[in-house]
């Protein structure tokens, strides 16, 4: 494999300005990640992209870095979408290929709901659609017991003290928990606790779920939360995830909610952390996505 170097890039939205690493030349995916985690999770797929054809870019979310973190503590996924507008606007390419993990799948739904003109084509990992989510997941029992952390997120100071604590135990417990049986290189999970560790920022990360808890999130209309994804949609579930259900993933992707296409793939032998776990796999299942995509 040629040897690729890494690009170092910054953004602007406002006063905020957000890091980014950045491999290869073509046609642009964007990555975005999730909680508990960093833009280092697609340091695996960085590589892999940009051989075959693709600048690939992983970007680091609102909130994440001190110099990211919003005045006002807004952390709503439709505010949060304005910053992935602003970057594909700065990188003037036209269209890209949308990529999201986590945090990062819910961001990527909304964002190519509200501006499909943006985006050739989404791939989420690990998260159906969020409004369904949200409004049917959290309904179902066995998955509300798995989602028990959102609700103590949402208890200020204390959830923030509690996770800090035994240098972030419950940090390492949620890896554990959510991909049970892979152990990550020590340097990854480290490097997000370094992350969360920032003045400021595991507040930050923690304010994306008060954000969804909030009563103006839980009060919207069915409507308003089955909103349509007109984008060609590739969406990856570990068989293994402790986080989100891969069956709760497989039922809430609903064919009506993605007009121009959705496929569901369920990765064999991984937890919630899929594309590290297995990144032969995932790299082969985006790639083949993305090739299947037209152009232009």
Same mark, same amino acid.
């Given at each position: 494999?040629?040897?690729l170097?890494?690009?170092?890039?910054?953004? !602007?939205?406002?006063?905020m300005?957000f890091?980014?690493?950045?491999? $290869?030349?073509?046609?642009?995916?964007l990555? =975005?990640?999730?909680?508990?985690?960093? +833009?280092?999770s697609?340091?695996?797929?960085?590589?892999?992209l940009a051989?075959?054809?693709?600048?690939a870019? @992983?970007?680091s979310?609102r $909130?994440?870095?001190?110099?990211?973190i919003p005045?006002?503590?807004?952390? @709503?996924?439709?505010?949060?979408?304005? *910053?992935?507008?602003?970057?594909?606007? !700065?990188?003037?390419a036209?269209?890209?290929?949308?990529v999201?993990?986590?945090?990062?799948a819910?961001?990527?739904?909304? @964002?190519a709901?509200l501006?499909?003109?943006?985006f050739?084509?989404?791939?989420t990992?690990?998260?159906?659609?969020?409004?369904?989510?949200?409004?049917e997941g959290l309904r179902?029992?066995?998955q509300?017991?798995?989602s028990?952390?959102?609700?103590?997120?949402?208890?200020?100071? +204390?959830?923030?003290?509690?996770?800090?604590?035994?240098?972030?135990?419950?940090i390492?417990?949620?890896w554990?928990?959510?991909?049970?049986?892979?152990?990550? /290189?020590?340097h990854?999970l480290?490097?997000?606790?370094?992350? +969360?560790?920032?003045?400021?920022?595991?507040?930050?990360?923690?304010?994306?779920?008060?954000?969804?808890?909030?009563?103006?999130?839980?009060?919207?209309s069915?409507e308003?939360?089955?909103?349509?994804?007109?984008?060609?949609?590739?969406?990856?579930s570990?068989?293994? *995830?402790?986080?989100?259900l891969?069956?709760?993933?497989? !039922?809430?992707?609903?064919?009506?909610?993605f007009?121009?296409?959705?496929?569901?793939?369920?990765v064999?032998g @991984? $937890?919630?952390?899929?594309h590290? /776990?297995?990144?032969?796999?995932?790299?082969?299942?985006?790639?083949?996505? =993305?090739?299947?995509?037209p /152009?232009?």
């Amino acid at each position: 494999m040629t040897q690729l170097n890494v690009e170092y890039l910054t953004f !602007q939205h406002g006063p905020m300005s957000f890091s980014a690493h950045a491999m $290869g030349s073509g046609p642009i995916v964007l990555c =975005l990640h999730g909680f508990p985690d960093n +833009l280092n999770s697609f340091r695996l797929q960085l590589p892999a992209l940009a051989e075959h054809g693709y600048r690939a870019i @992983a970007l680091s979310l609102r $909130g994440y870095e001190p110099q990211a973190i919003p005045a006002d503590g807004d952390y @709503a996924v439709d505010t949060i979408v304005t *910053d992935i507008f602003s970057v594909i606007e !700065q990188l003037g390419a036209g269209p890209v290929h949308l990529v999201g993990h986590d945090w990062g799948a819910a961001i990527a739904y909304r @964002a190519a709901s509200l501006r499909p003109d943006f985006f050739r084509s989404l791939t989420t990992m690990a998260v159906p659609h969020a409004g369904r989510f949200a409004r049917e997941g959290l309904r179902l029992i066995r998955q509300l017991r798995r989602s028990w952390y959102m609700g103590f997120f949402n208890i200020p100071w +204390l959830s923030d003290w509690v996770v800090s604590q035994r240098d972030y135990a419950l940090i390492r417990r949620l890896w554990r928990d959510w991909s049970p049986g892979w152990e990550p /290189e020590p340097h990854v999970l480290e490097g997000v606790i370094d992350t +969360l560790s920032q003045p400021g920022v595991r507040t930050a990360a923690l304010g994306y779920y008060r954000a969804a808890l909030s009563l103006s999130a839980l009060l919207v209309s069915a409507e308003e939360a089955h909103y349509a994804v007109p984008v060609p949609t590739l969406a990856m579930s570990g068989e293994l *995830d402790g986080c989100i259900l891969s069956d709760v993933f497989e !039922q809430l992707t609903v064919p009506a909610d993605f007009p121009a296409g959705v496929r569901f793939e369920r990765v064999t032998g @991984a $937890g919630h952390f899929l594309h590290q /776990e297995r990144p032969e796999a995932v790299n082969s299942l985006i790639l083949d996505w =993305l090739s299947s995509q037209p /152009e232009g």
